[in-house]
């Protein structure tokens, strides 16, 4: 019996249950794929928002500002990349000066101190490749860039240090009310608990339907992205958004923690939910629209394009709390942006919530906040990286040479709580294959890496998804 | 401290080291990235290398083996599964490894032969699903020839790049059924005889002027979407057509690997995307040469193994005060018809016989003249009857035309002969 069972390890299940591994509690995770954070919180504009664009007196906004300043707890206690950088919404003709001047408004009243509006002189200082047609902006100094996946990988593995457990390959399939809770079955158990948390990002809906009647329903919104190589990461200094319009709401080109350009995103509403593809179409036009900001990005060193889905509710704003026809079951669903700058404050509104229904938990006297830090090589000092290869000779071998990767760092996130259990999953955590030739070179040696440390066959060694493999047989030999 | 510090030991870093050796240098050390030496050619068992250099057929790991046991008899010192972090201006090598760990070095001329990469998916903006079975050509010969695994049973090759080519014949021979080569220009992105040898004799289709826009499949490649392309090179409305296949292997060209040069402030010829270079192949920086696929991609090993030689010998008589850096230099320029030029500036000076003028021309050109200009005189015209863009041209000179007149710039351009 758990206490608590959340279901879906996203940026919202696991940073629910890190909160909750402060407590005497029995938690469990369970994730339908096989790897955490492998859905929305994986594919997103990876920002922490200011918090002026959500509408006055919505959660968005409440939870927005609330989380927005948490952030450098917690990435740092979790050793997770976090940036603060300025923020620009751009103006380029008169009614777009007076959307700013509303979205300025709108920020003071969410009660932002670090926004102002600036003129096209102070725009071009901060920014000097944008677009000389800019008139002004609206600018914020807290915004910040973080890595989304890198973090929910933290929080897994900081909340199974402290106790939780985390159950990949478990996709919910019923939900059954009994008298001490709830009893959750899944392809491959039950797991029963008292409370159930229910982050299940665009399935949400769905999770609900097994134990509440119809409250909400998500419809997921694609967005689509590029990502250029790091020789194009310095063309803005900030996060800079165009203005919403009739049209839309723009696309941001905003550098990301890593030191890549990140373009996009672009905003279609599609059917299906789990549909990850980029379309031709689509990504052009996200090229068109973005070039409305800076004339000359430079497409030509793209390194991949991905989709991101926003689990977009039909009521406007996140769904969070219990259902009102089922109790100790907590939504925290439509967690759309800006969900991960909302967050850190979400996850302890919902602690509290749980608390007060429960009438209190115990704290627990050994929790640990802090994750084992990861060695990052190609940061360390010559110092370091002597000390580092002398320490575990792996550290001197370099896996993946655009990023600069180690055997030593993919072993090591290999071997994590809550570790990488794929190529993908490795790439995530340490960044092999993320770099300009996106795993030309470095997928042999990750795939062999994985088949050492896990022991298993090469052939059964995955790209993402538990039937992604890579390699089909052994070749006739000689 | 070393006399030289060759960073790369494939066909380039080998061929240079060897010579620089023969050439009275004995403080030499090749810095190999990978576990053995030999680089890509390692992988590349099929025959075809070495017509050239030794008027033989060799297999890449044949032709390899030569240089490698000629690095061995000469004594020249090599590390491998090392890797250079950072090179600096005052000729510091920072690498690492698992047995020496961090090392810093100082060396008299550095030799730059990283070689080159693969363009991706990414890189050419292939949309649709992102599952397992996209490869790059050479990661999949990596995973057949090396680590002796196949990727796929039923594969779609798009590009007609030489390493494409090879690949289609490869998987066929290990049971995969190779249903269309695809080439987005209008003409094969390979060599004529691998067209010939590798598609022609399996019965491979190759469709000129098609390429790949989209892939289906949620884990794995379920199939491909292919479209016609137009003269002006858009995609033709209405073209699309699905194929299925589990496999998408990917020949859409090689970018030199020169985030080294870059770092170390080396200026980077945006034609080749390699360092420019001179007539001893001496990039931007005094003492740090160049040369093979990390200057410049090239069809035939032969050609880097030549260039290779020249650096070698350069890298040398740097080392022994023979060359002159203030010698007065020629640009060389790409006219009418010509991609790029290696070496772009020639310090006439410093030639001990005549130059090599590598080039590439931009499209198929039949009954031709590579035609050279002398500060826009006309001082050599050589016939052509046949030039495509994958087959490197070579244009040499000698040192008494170069010296003849005092010339700025030499250009040349293609120009087609009169019938």
Same mark, same amino acid.
């Given at each position: 019996?758990?206490?608590?069972?959340?279901?879906?390890?996203?940026?919202?299940?696991?940073?629910?249950?890190?909160?909750?591994?402060?407590?005497?509690?029995?938690?469990?995770?369970?994730?339908?794929?096989?790897?955490?954070?492998?859905?929305?919180?994986?594919?997103?504009?990876?920002?922490?928002?200011?918090?002026?664009?959500?509408?006055?007196?919505?959660?968005?906004?409440?939870?927005?500002?609330?989380?927005?300043?948490?952030?450098?707890?917690?990435?740092?206690?979790?050793?997770?990349?976090?940036?603060?950088?300025?923020?620009?919404?751009?103006?380029?003709?008169?009614?777009?000066?007076?959307?700013?001047?509303?979205?300025?408004?709108?920020?003071?009243?969410?009660?932002?101190?670090?926004?102002?509006?600036?003129?096209?002189?102070?725009?071009?200082?901060?920014?000097?490749?944008?677009?000389?047609?800019?008139?002004?902006?609206?600018?914020?100094?807290?915004?910040?860039?973080?890595?989304?996946?890198?973090?929910?990988?933290?929080?897994?593995?900081?909340?199974?240090?402290?106790?939780?457990?985390?159950?990949?390959?478990?996709?919910?399939?019923?939900?059954?009310?009994?008298?001490?809770?709830?009893?959750?079955?899944?392809?491959?158990?039950?797991?029963?608990?008292?409370?159930?948390?229910?982050?299940?990002?665009?399935?949400?809906?769905?999770?609900?339907?097994?134990?509440?009647?119809?409250?909400?329903?998500?419809?997921?919104?694609?967005?689509?992205?590029?990502?250029?190589?790091?020789?194009?990461?310095?063309?803005?200094?900030?996060?800079?958004?165009?203005?919403?319009?009739?049209?839309?709401?723009?696309?941001?080109?905003?550098?990301?923690?890593?030191?890549?350009?990140?373009?996009?995103?672009?905003?279609?509403?599609?059917?299906?939910?789990?549909?990850?593809?980029?379309?031709?179409?689509?990504?052009?036009?996200?090229?068109?629209?973005?070039?409305?900001?800076?004339?000359?990005?430079?497409?030509?060193?793209?390194?991949?394009?991905?989709?991101?889905?926003?689990?977009?509710?039909?009521?406007?704003?996140?769904?969070?709390?219990?259902?009102?026809?089922?109790?100790?079951?907590?939504?925290?669903?439509?967690?759309?942006?800006?969900?991960?700058?909302?967050?850190?404050?979400?996850?302890?509104?919902?602690?509290?919530?749980?608390?007060?229904?429960?009438?209190?938990?115990?704290?627990?006297?050994?929790?640990?906040?802090?994750?084992?830090?990861?060695?990052?090589?190609?940061?360390?000092?010559?110092?370091?990286?002597?000390?580092?290869?002398?320490?575990?000779?792996?550290?001197?071998?370099?896996?993946?040479?655009?990023?600069?990767?180690?055997?030593?760092?993919?072993?090591?996130?290999?071997?994590?709580?809550?570790?990488?259990?794929?190529?993908?999953?490795?790439?995530?955590?340490?960044?092999?294959?993320?770099?300009?030739?996106?795993?030309?070179?470095?997928?042999?040696?990750?795939?062999?890496?994985?088949?050492?440390?896990?022991?298993?066959?090469?052939?059964?060694?995955?790209?993402?998804?538990?039937?992604?493999?890579?390699?089909?047989?052994?070749?006739?030999?000689? | 401290?070393?006399?030289?510090?060759?960073?790369?030991?494939?066909?380039?870093?080998?061929?240079?080291?060897?010579?620089?050796?023969?050439?009275?240098?004995?403080?030499?050390?090749?810095?190999?990235?990978?576990?053995?030496?030999?680089?890509? $050619?390692?992988?590349?068992?099929?025959?075809?290398?070495?017509?050239?250099?030794?008027?033989?057929?060799?297999?890449?790991?044949?032709?390899?083996?030569?240089?490698?046991?000629?690095?061995?008899?000469?004594?020249?010192?090599?590390?491998?599964?090392?890797?250079?972090?950072?090179?600096?201006?005052?000729?510091?090598?920072?690498?690492?490894?698992?047995?020496?760990?961090?090392?810093?070095?100082?060396?008299?001329?550095?030799?730059?032969?990283?070689?080159?990469?693969?363009?991706?998916?990414?890189?050419?903006?292939?949309?649709?699903?992102?599952?397992?079975?996209?490869?790059?050509?050479?990661?999949?010969?990596?995973?057949?020839?090396?680590?002796?695994?196949?990727?796929?049973?039923?594969?779609?090759?798009?590009?007609?790049?030489?390493?494409?080519?090879?690949?289609?014949?490869?998987?066929?021979?290990?049971?995969?059924?190779?249903?269309?080569?695809?080439?987005?220009?209008?003409?094969?992105?390979? $060599?004529?005889?691998?067209?010939?040898?590798?598609?022609?004799?399996?019965?491979?289709?190759?469709?000129?002027?098609?390429?790949?826009?989209?892939?289906?499949?949620?884990?794995?490649?379920?199939?491909?979407?292919?479209?016609?392309?137009?003269?002006?090179?858009?995609?033709?409305?209405?073209?699309?057509?699905?194929?299925?296949?589990?496999?998408?292997? $990917?020949?859409?060209?090689?970018?030199?690997?020169?985030?080294?040069?870059?770092?170390?402030?080396?200026?980077?010829?945006?034609?080749?995307?390699?360092?420019?270079?001179?007539?001893?192949?001496?990039?931007?920086?005094?003492?740090?040469?160049?040369?093979?696929?990390?200057?410049?991609?090239?069809?035939?090993?032969?050609?880097?193994?030549?260039?290779?030689?020249?650096?070698?010998?350069?890298?040398?008589?740097?080392?022994?005060?023979?060359?002159?850096?203030?010698?007065?230099?020629?640009?060389?320029?790409?006219?009418?018809?010509?991609?790029?030029?290696?070496?772009?500036?020639?310090?006439?000076?410093?030639? $001990?016989?005549?130059?090599?003028?590598?080039?590439?021309?931009?499209?198929?050109?039949?009954?031709?003249?590579?035609?050279?200009?002398?500060?826009?005189?006309?001082?050599?015209?050589?016939?052509?009857?046949?030039?495509?863009?994958?087959?490197?041209?070579?244009?040499?000179?000698?040192?008494?035309?170069?010296?003849?007149?005092?010339?700025?710039?030499?250009?040349?351009?293609?120009?087609?002969?009169?019938?």
């Amino acid at each position: 019996m758990y206490d608590v069972v959340i279901i879906g390890a996203g940026i919202m299940g696991t940073f629910i249950a890190r909160e909750l591994s402060r407590y005497k509690l029995r938690i469990a995770v369970l994730e339908k794929s096989n790897d955490v954070a492998n859905a929305t919180t994986k594919a997103n504009s990876a920002i922490v928002h200011s918090g002026y664009d959500a509408k006055v007196g919505s959660l968005k906004a409440k939870f927005n500002v609330l989380g927005n300043p948490m952030f450098d707890k917690v990435c740092e206690e979790l050793d997770v990349p976090l940036r603060r950088i300025d923020s620009l919404v751009l103006a380029f003709n008169e009614d777009e000066m007076t959307t700013i001047g509303e979205l300025y408004e709108r920020g003071i009243s969410n009660g932002l101190k670090k926004i102002t509006l600036i003129d096209k002189e102070q725009v071009a200082s901060l920014e000097p490749n944008l677009n000389k047609t800019v008139l002004g902006a609206l600018r914020t100094t807290d915004c910040g860039i973080v890595g989304p996946f890198e973090l929910a990988v933290a929080l897994a593995e900081n909340a199974m240090d402290n106790g939780a457990e985390l159950f990949l390959n478990n996709e919910v399939k019923s939900i059954d009310k009994v008298s001490e809770g709830y009893i959750v079955h899944t392809n491959e158990g039950s797991y029963k608990a008292k409370y159930l948390v229910n982050c299940a990002g665009v399935h949400a809906d769905e999770i609900n339907n097994m134990v509440a009647k119809e409250s909400f329903r998500i419809k997921p919104r694609r967005g689509q992205y590029f990502v250029l190589d790091k020789s194009a990461g310095n063309l803005v200094n900030s996060v800079v958004f165009q203005c919403p319009t009739s049209m839309g709401k723009g696309v941001l080109v905003l550098p990301t923690v890593h030191g890549n350009l990140l373009v996009g995103p672009d905003s279609q509403d599609i059917d299906v939910k789990d549909n990850f593809d980029t379309t031709l179409d689509d990504l052009e036009n996200v090229k068109l629209v973005a070039r409305k900001t800076i004339i000359n990005i430079p497409f030509d060193k793209v390194i991949t394009s991905f989709v991101g889905l926003r689990a977009t509710p039909d009521t406007g704003d996140f769904v969070i709390g219990e259902a009102g026809d089922a109790k100790g079951f907590i939504n925290v669903a439509g967690i759309e942006s800006p969900g991960l700058s909302a967050s850190p404050a979400i996850a302890l509104h919902v602690v509290e919530l749980l608390k007060s229904i429960s009438g209190g938990f115990e704290e627990k006297k050994d929790f640990n906040p802090i994750r084992r830090k990861l060695t990052r090589f190609y940061e360390l000092s010559e110092q370091e990286k002597t000390e580092a290869i002398k320490r575990d000779p792996r550290y001197g071998r370099v896996i993946c040479r655009c990023e600069n990767i180690t055997e030593g760092e993919i072993v090591d996130v290999i071997h994590r709580k809550a570790g990488a259990r794929t190529v993908d999953g490795v790439k995530r955590r340490t960044r092999p294959g993320m770099g300009r030739c996106q795993g030309g070179f470095c997928g042999p040696r990750v795939i062999e890496i994985l088949s050492r440390e896990l022991g298993i066959n090469m052939l059964d060694v995955v790209k993402d998804g538990v039937s992604s493999k890579i390699l089909d047989k052994e070749t006739k030999g000689i | 401290m070393y006399d030289i510090i060759v960073i790369g030991g494939g066909p380039a870093g080998l061929a240079a080291a060897i010579e620089a050796k023969k050439n009275g240098i004995d403080s030499i050390l090749v810095i190999e990235r990978d576990r053995e030496l030999g680089g890509i $050619l390692q992988q590349c068992i099929h025959n075809g290398f070495g017509l050239h250099v030794f008027k033989e057929e060799l297999t890449g790991p044949e032709y390899a083996e030569k240089f490698i046991n000629e690095l061995k008899e000469l004594g020249i010192e090599y590390k491998l599964d090392s890797m250079v972090l950072n090179i600096t201006e005052d000729k510091k090598v920072d690498f690492i490894n698992s047995i020496d760990g961090y090392v810093s070095v100082k060396t008299k001329a550095i030799i730059l032969a990283m070689g080159c990469r693969e363009r991706t998916r990414g890189a050419i903006g292939i949309a649709g699903a992102r599952p397992a079975g996209v490869f790059t050509a050479g990661a999949a010969q990596r995973f057949l020839n090396m680590e002796g695994y196949m990727v796929g049973k039923t594969v779609v090759i798009l590009g007609s790049g030489d390493i494409g080519l090879i690949m289609a014949r490869r998987l066929t021979l290990e049971g995969a059924k190779v249903k269309v080569v695809l080439e987005r220009m209008p003409h094969p992105g390979g $060599l004529t005889r691998n067209i010939v040898q590798c598609l022609d004799d399996y019965n491979i289709p190759l469709r000129l002027a098609h390429t790949v826009t989209s892939i289906k499949g949620k884990d794995r490649v379920e199939g491909v979407t292919i479209v016609a392309i137009d003269k002006s090179g858009s995609i033709i409305p209405g073209s699309e057509e699905y194929m299925e296949c589990d496999t998408l292997i $990917l020949s859409v060209g090689l970018i030199p690997e020169n985030e080294l040069t870059e770092n170390a402030g080396i200026a980077i010829d945006p034609a080749t995307k390699g360092a420019y270079v001179n007539e001893a192949m001496e990039t931007s920086q005094e003492g740090v040469f160049a040369c093979g696929n990390v200057v410049h991609v090239h069809d035939l090993v032969d050609y880097v193994t030549e260039e290779s030689r020249l650096a070698g010998r350069s890298a040398a008589r740097y080392i022994n005060d023979e060359l002159r850096a203030s010698a007065k230099a020629v640009r060389t320029k790409q006219g009418n018809g010509i991609g790029y030029i290696v070496p772009q500036f020639i310090r006439t000076e410093n030639l $001990l016989g005549g130059v090599n003028l590598f080039m590439r021309v931009r499209s198929v050109y039949s009954n031709s003249k590579l035609v050279v200009k002398a500060d826009g005189r006309i001082i050599k015209e050589i016939k052509r009857s046949h030039m495509i863009p994958s087959e490197m041209e070579r244009v040499q000179l000698s040192k008494e035309v170069l010296a003849a007149a005092d010339i700025k710039e030499l250009a040349i351009e293609v120009m087609e002969v009169e019938q």
